[in-house]
């Protein structure tokens, strides 16, 4: 039974950090609201036309400079190693100008928030999905719907069974898209080992 | 000596119980190296057998089977002198349901997970196949989609992908793997002619009101995103972004079963054949008698045996799926005269669909969809290695017998094959390599869902006729029954529109695209 506890404190406090933030949305408009969700929980932005990021601190303070910039669009999110999850990408909803988004090592990224993605099929030119343990081939066949993409970085997925075969259909999937996968073991050796 | 002597007899006998039944105590021994760190106690190095009863080599044995003998002759322990079947289902229980199949189970947990007491009531699912070789929850194709034209319908397959997406927070058991699903987030792909594009529009108007996330093709646009389809007669098409897909039958169901079974619900392996009922008659507003009736007991029959249980319960949910129409005519449903409510039977019964698997090594890649062609055709995709599983609705006149699974391939060769080709130009060239039949639970009166109580039977809810969804909407089904059963009213989703009025009132509730 406290092991039914503790689990459902740990999902609790992921839904909390993950909650949709309507009232900011309400107040200063879904740009704002995104970019305090993004640093809210450890990530960094750049806006359109500058070249600084807004990040946190390793402490999880940052600036609120962003409020400067009302009417800015953002363009590029680093949410690597944060707990982002399927709920928590609500509130990135109305980012018509992604165009980059970096998840790298985000333990909450699975199938479903992957298909989520499709909201930005427009805009994303570039994706990095490396080291999230929870992705599997059928969530990289939701990544069909992003037509302009253009940089995908898929290595290091330990859940993907033949990545081998898996990164040649996602290259057969996305024609204009450069395909970025190390760390998988893609020697021939075991087959020829098997048929010997 | 006389000592000696007593305890020699003493190891007759239990040589004897030893011997005959006792297997799970030479089980339970452990492995304890002997000194010097050499063989457990019981492996032995000779190769003959023992030519005498030794007392002392299988000493583990003998003090286990003494220590369980002293245990049962103590008070509180369930020795009996009579065998009785350990599958036998409990003689009471609160609410039985009819049927272990992802339905019957998906009710299971979810009467459990509402119920405020922690073990206030005894829940038990009776299943006639241990094997589940003919259930239809296993042959199922296993799709989800929200693109349907009925609002109910709609939110049962949204609700649904909501519960598959936090599959674990709601079906993991402590200290065992977490559920994976398989599910594959490729889409359903509708295709709509120019006769029933107008339909698919108005559906798509629908769906997106109801927040399913859809999207409209036209054809040119179709062909952009998918080079390898014809698109030869296709107006519009209709793509699913998000929420829809396939996934594994067989993980979902024994999801449902594990976290039912932590939760206390019981399992019982055999065939609900009888039912004890006892018989209210009412006089309806035109003068007419009704009989109502109550179930008091449900017989349950063993497999293969002679042997049954009478289990007398409150409350029997019937998710038999194919074959509740059978069940439901043995408490009298269909069989009195025709024009009165006696006479109008359940409308569920099994019809036989084919599923065949093929291989086309240069078909449609990783994006593929479930496309549905306008013609009926279905197929999708089956793992990374070229196979994809494909099939049709055959046409009301041609439906086949259902007294059996076999597999016709003429009808491949026939009806499936040439559709596909037509639409899929790389399928001119595939192979089948295997093929399975499983039945719907098909509704003959309009192909939806009965969710509710029969006006004839005081404490039967029905949960069946899904007629090809029931594995797609089981999560959200199972929580409707429950909140019905322990609310009296459905909370959450209002599916008032499944129950058994429009049967009865001969309303048919039609939905379009019925695959």
């Given at each position: ?14 839904q909390r950090k993950n909650l949709y933030y ?175 | ?239 699913g972004l998000e929420n829809e897909g396939w ?269």
């Amino acid at each position: 039974m406290l092991l039914n506890w503790r689990a459902k404190v740990g999902r609790d406090r992921l839904q909390r950090k993950n909650l949709y933030y309507g009232y900011t949305r309400k107040f200063y408009g879904p740009e704002i609201a995104s970019a305090y969700y993004i640093l809210s929980l450890g990530g960094g932005f750049r806006f359109v036309g500058q070249s600084e990021w807004f990040r946190a601190n390793s402490r999880g303070k940052f600036s609120w400079e962003f409020l400067n910039y009302k009417d800015s669009l953002v363009e590029e999110v680093d949410m690597s190693h944060t707990v982002i999850n399927y709920t928590g990408l609500s509130n990135l909803e109305r980012q018509q100008h992604l165009r980059t988004l970096k998840l790298q090592g985000c333990p909450e990224v699975d199938d479903w928030f992957l298909a989520g993605l499709h909201m930005f099929q427009d805009s994303l030119e570039e994706l990095d999905i490396s080291h999230c343990t929870q992705i599997t081939a059928g969530g990289l066949a939701a990544l069909r719907n992003l037509r302009g993409l253009k940089r995908l970085n898929v290595s290091y997925l330990p859940k993907i069974s033949s990545p081998g075969l898996v990164i040649i259909l996602l290259e057969e999937m996305l024609p204009h898209c450069q395909i970025t996968a190390e760390g998988y073991d893609l020697s021939l050796r075991q087959a020829v080992e098997e048929t010997s | 000596m006389c000592a000696w002597r007593r305890l020699h007899g003493s190891v007759q006998t239990l040589r004897g119980s030893v011997t005959r039944g006792s297997v799970a105590s030479t089980s339970v021994t452990q492995r304890q190296p002997g000194w010097g760190g050499g063989l457990p106690s019981h492996q032995s190095l000779s190769t003959g057998g023992a030519l005498r009863n030794d007392f002392f080599k299988d000493l583990e044995a003998q003090l286990a089977a003494m220590r369980q003998k002293a245990m049962d002759a103590l008070p509180g322990s369930s020795w009996t002198p009579f065998e009785i079947n350990p599958n036998l289902p409990p003689e009471t229980a609160d609410i039985v349901i009819v049927g272990g199949g992802v339905v019957g189970w998906s009710i299971a947990y979810w009467l459990k997970q509402k119920e405020k007491l922690s073990k206030g009531m005894r829940v038990l699912v009776v299943e006639r196949d241990p094997t589940y070789s003919q259930a239809s929850t296993v042959l199922s194709a296993g799709g989800i989609r929200q693109q349907f034209s009925l609002l109910e319908n709609i939110h049962l397959s949204l609700a649904s992908a909501d519960f598959m997406r936090n599959i674990n927070e709601h079906l993991s058991v402590v200290n065992e793997d977490p559920v994976d699903l398989q599910f594959n987030q490729s889409g359903y792909l509708f295709l709509a002619s120019e006769e029933v594009a107008h339909i698919m529009e108005q559906n798509y108007n629908t769906q997106r009101m109801s927040g399913a996330k859809v999207s409209l093709l036209s054809q040119h646009q179709l062909k952009e995103k998918f080079p390898w389809i014809n698109t030869e007669g296709v107006v519009l098409a209709s793509y699913g972004l998000e929420n829809e897909g396939w996934f594994d039958p067989w993980t979902l169901l024994n999801a449902f079963r594990r976290k039912a079974i932590s939760l206390g619900v019981i399992q019982c392996f055999g065939e609900v054949t009888n039912f004890k009922y006892t018989t209210h008659v009412r006089m309806t507003a035109d003068d007419e008698q009704m009989d109502v009736r109550r179930i008091k007991s449900v017989k349950v029959q063993m497999p293969n045996s002679m042997e049954y249980q009478p289990v007398e319960c409150a409350i029997v949910v019937n998710a038999a799926g194919a074959f509740s129409g059978r069940l439901a005519e043995t408490l009298g449903i269909g069989l009195g005269p025709k024009d009165s409510l006696a006479g109008i039977p359940v409308p569920v019964e099994p019809r036989k669909r084919y599923v065949y698997v093929v291989h086309c090594p240069d078909g449609p890649g990783l994006d593929t969809p479930f496309l549905i062609d306008y013609s009926g055709v279905y197929f999708r995709r089956e793992g990374l290695g070229g196979n994809y599983i494909c099939g049709i609705s055959p046409e009301e006149a041609e439906e086949p017998d259902t007294s059996n699974l076999d597999v016709d391939h003429q009808f491949f060769e026939d009806k499936v094959w040439p559709k596909l080709a037509n639409r899929v130009p790389a399928f001119e060239k595939l192979k089948v390599t295997s093929a399975w039949a499983g039945f719907y639970d098909y509704n003959t009166f309009d192909q939806n869902g009965i969710i509710g109580l029969h006006p004839l039977i005081n404490n039967m809810y029905f949960a069946t006729g899904f007629s090809g969804h029931g594995l797609q909407h089981s999560p959200a089904v199972g929580r409707a029954v429950a909140e019905l059963i322990l609310d009296g009213e459905f909370q959450t989703l209002d599916l008032k529109g499944f129950s058994f009025r429009r049967i009865l009132a001969q309303e048919p509730m039609l939905e379009r695209n019925i695959v």
